[in-house]
């Protein structure tokens, strides 16, 4: 069964560090690029960052850009977020998700988690 | 940023109508436009992407259409199991981006 499941959210402060996780599984992890996207009440749905294959290529949004790290190992199937500097506009629900494989036409989202809850707040 | 706009924000129907959604992009995506399905506690689901290619497993009464700036989601013949919130992303450049949703709600 494809599935990804994240883990390692909750309460933090201001200013702080959380690093968050994804495991994958019932698919060949290292041949996908891999995602996460946060949403929240106020600002909705919004993609955070990107990691492609080999782990050498990464792409931020600006939002987060310095603060944030997305990492692989594809030795344990996990995708991983280090979130560094949070603030309360970082307050949202991630979600790791798989970027379609190239020969596969799409380059959609085509698997997602159920998310896991982030909160900074003092 | 490309800017998605969708419309309806919600949407009231009934079972066996046939509803449509309509995201339009502050400028061309070309036809990298991808919509997503999703029921509260559960992972969103991939719908249509490519604007109009349907991902496998979805049932053909969904239907995605439109190239450059306005594309429209259909579904005909509404089942219990649509009812859900509904988002178009782009896939054309970073960063992605997605619409605002379309809460689908039976009436």
């Known amino acids: 069964q494809v599935q990804l499941v994240e883990s390692g959210g909750g309460v933090v402060q201001p200013g702080t560090s959380l690093r968050i996780s994804c495991t994958a599984s019932?698919?060949?992890?290292?041949?996908?690029?891999m995602h996460w996207v946060r949403r929240s009440p106020d600002r909705g749905l919004q993609w955070v960052a990107l990691?492609?294959?080999?782990?050498?290529?990464?792409d931020y949004a600006d939002s987060v850009k310095g603060r944030f790290t997305i990492s692989r190992d594809n030795l344990k199937n996990t995708l991983y977020l280090h979130m560094n500097s949070v603030t309360a506009d970082d307050t949202a629900t991630y979600y790791c998700?798989?970027?379609?494989?190239?020969?596969?036409?799409?380059?959609?989202?085509?698997?997602w988690g159920q998310g896991t809850m982030v909160t900074v707040s003092s | 940023d490309i800017q998605l706009t969708q419309s309806p924000s919600s949407l009231s129907a009934s079972v066996g109508d046939r509803v449509s959604i309509t995201c339009r992009a502050g400028q061309s995506v070309a036809n990298y436009l991808n919509w997503y399905q999703w029921k509260p506690g559960q992972a969103p689901r991939l719908v249509i992407y490519g604007a109009s290619t349907l991902q496998n497993g979805v049932p053909t009464r969904f239907t995605g259409s439109g190239s450059g700036t306005s594309f429209t989601l259909t579904i005909s013949g509404l089942h219990p199991d649509d009812f859900a919130t509904y988002f178009c992303e782009q896939s054309y450049s970073s960063p992605r981006t997605f619409g605002q949703g379309t809460k689908l709600e039976i009436k």
């Open positions: 998700a798989r970027e379609g494989a190239s020969w596969s036409g799409s380059d959609a989202f085509d698997i």
């Open positions: 019932g698919f060949t992890f290292s041949n996908y690029g």
């Open positions: 990691i492609l294959p080999d782990g050498d290529n990464t």
